[in-house]
């Protein structure tokens, strides 16, 4: 379950984000711009 | 979130350490702030662009240059034209919206209300990331630096950085 702070931040993914390594944080950014940008391409296939 | 209305639908996908890879080789003094820099630092941030800022020493501005030719920059022009950073304008103009093959690169010589690479450097942090050292801006001078741009962007991103430098010092505290 996330913990969220009363405006709406969701602290369980700062938690984890913290608890990554500085390349781990910057992969996982790559990770979210990736599929974000797949996702504005339309390029996602419905299964 | 650091969304761009000038081409991400048709630029490639913005590639972060080849970017900062390609920096490193030339030997670029730069910084990492913006929306990665807050990352690195733990806050998660979704951004579309690395954004850097330079150190405008004149060697730096050839070395700066050189990598973004090799990169293939170009200014993320709205109306389409190819127009290339030259040392005139890396040496005069703030802001540089690039476009390479890499995806998009911001390189700057001042963020917030005018801060430099000469301002900022004390309140960076060195990260090992893989074989690359970098030099990243500290979340509270990133949080500083959003709040003087206060763009609609920079709002809506600061209950997150202040939450995970809230959190950052209370883990600090209890080490």
């Given at each position: ?13 700062i938690r984890w984000t913290l ?29 | ?58 060697e730096n501005l050839d070395r700066?240059?050189?990598a973004l030719r090799e990169l ?104």
């Amino acid at each position: 379950m996330s913990e969220e702070s009363p405006d709406g931040v969701d602290l369980t993914l700062i938690r984890w984000t913290l608890s990554l390594t500085p390349l781990e944080r910057l992969e996982l950014l790559q990770d979210w711009v990736d599929g974000l940008t797949e996702l504005r391409r339309g390029r996602v296939t419905e299964r | 979130m650091g969304s761009r209305s000038s081409g991400v639908a048709e630029s490639p996908s913005v590639k972060f350490l080849g970017l900062l890879r390609a920096l490193l080789r030339h030997g670029v003094d730069f910084l990492v702030v913006g929306g990665v820099a807050a990352q690195l630092e733990g806050a998660p941030i979704v951004t579309f662009d690395l954004d850097v800022l330079y150190d405008k020493a004149p060697e730096n501005l050839d070395r700066l240059l050189a990598a973004l030719r090799e990169l293939k920059a170009r200014y993320r022009d709205p109306a389409g034209r190819h127009i290339e950073p030259d040392l005139g304008k890396l040496e005069t103009l703030r802001t540089h919206l690039l476009l390479t093959e890499l995806g998009a690169l911001d390189v700057l010589t001042a963020i917030g209300e005018g801060s430099t690479y000469q301002d900022l450097v004390g309140r960076t942090v060195l990260y090992e990331l893989g074989e690359m050292r970098v030099r990243v801006l500290e979340l509270a001078a990133v949080i500083e630096s959003k709040k003087q741009a206060n763009r609609d962007k920079d709002r809506a991103a600061l209950p997150t950085l202040l939450q995970a430098l809230a959190m950052k010092d209370r883990l600090r505290q209890d080490d």
